[in-house]
């Protein structure tokens, strides 16, 4: 066992006792932690506001060996999530953040870098910037950082480079990219995309690997202004390859229809 200290955010909480919760925090040294915090549902909690959802928290914990829970002993807020003051749809893209970053990630198993594409995200759905691109990059950042990024160029089965100049093009998700005209035949599931659809997630995917030290992409670069289908197209996508990744169809995506608009 030991005392271990460092930043976190919640992403979850469930009540353990009539006066304790066990929380589920990402942090930034130790990668997802689950922690009973004793005392936390007590009207005088000794951690006020520090394990609200969403919050990012200085926290100190006893770590403890094998399956065991961890145990939280102090949390301090550094800064709240006020996306429930700004609207529905921001909210509910937090709350996906949070549940995409649980899914996808196993206790004590750091990921660099990812509290602080989690706490850009949160950021920019609290200062009301667009919530589509928000969630697209975080969900291209947090494949990136977990080593999933997809071929979005090059045929995953052969490796040719796929010709663009098609109307659609072959992408599988279980797979883990692209498939050129050869290969497709061989593949039973696959999504057709449009090529645009294709060329925005490899920019996107490129600027932030591109962009440094925090991975983030530049606030000042506008989103670009794409149509409709696209947009819709980008959301199956990123859908296909979250619900292949995490085995499962998170919760949170049946809330975020109205970032296909
Ligand atoms: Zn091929």
């Known amino acids: 066992m030991s005392l271990e200290k460092t930043d976190a955010i919640v992403l979850k909480t469930v009540e353990w006792s009539e006066t304790s919760l066990v929380v589920t925090l990402f942090t930034k040294d130790f990668g997802k932690i689950s922690a009973i ?4 549902r007590r009207l005088k909690s000794p951690f006020e506001s520090a394990l609200d959802l969403l919050s990012l928290s200085s926290v100190v ?6 399956e065991s829970l961890d145990l939280l002993t102090e949390a301090k807020l550094l800064r709240r999530f006020r996306s429930a003051q700004v609207g529905l749809l921001p909210l509910y893209c937090g709350y996906y953040a949070s549940e995409l ?4 990630t196993e206790n004590h198993e750091p990921i660099p870098g990812l509290l602080d594409s989690l706490c850009h995200a949160l950021n920019e759905l609290d200062r009301q910037a667009n919530p589509a691109w928000t969630i697209l990059d975080f969900e291209l950042q947090t494949i990136q950082r977990l080593g999933h990024t997809p071929s979005w160029r090059w045929c995953v089965a052969c490796g040719e480079e796929i010709e663009t100049d098609r109307q659609s093009i072959a992408f599988s998700p ?5 498939l050129c005209t050869n290969c497709t035949p061989m593949h039973r599931s696959y999504l057709r995309i449009r090529p645009q659809t294709l060329q925005t997630l490899e920019s996107r995917s490129t600027q932030i690997s591109d962009s440094n030290p925090a991975n983030m992409i530049a606030e000042q670069t506008p989103p670009p202004v794409i149509p ?21 169809r998170l919760r949170m995506l049946d809330y975020l229809e109205d970032l296909k608009r």
């Open 174 to 178: 279980q797979a883990g990219g692209v």
């Open 61 to 66: 914990f006893l770590k403890k060996s094998g």
């Open 101 to 104: 970053v649980n899914a996808l």
């Open 228 to 248: 409709a289908p696209v947009r819709a197209e980008l959301r199956l996508v990123m859908e296909q390859i979250i619900i292949c990744l995490s085995e499962r």
């Open 37 to 40: 915090a004793k005392g936390a």
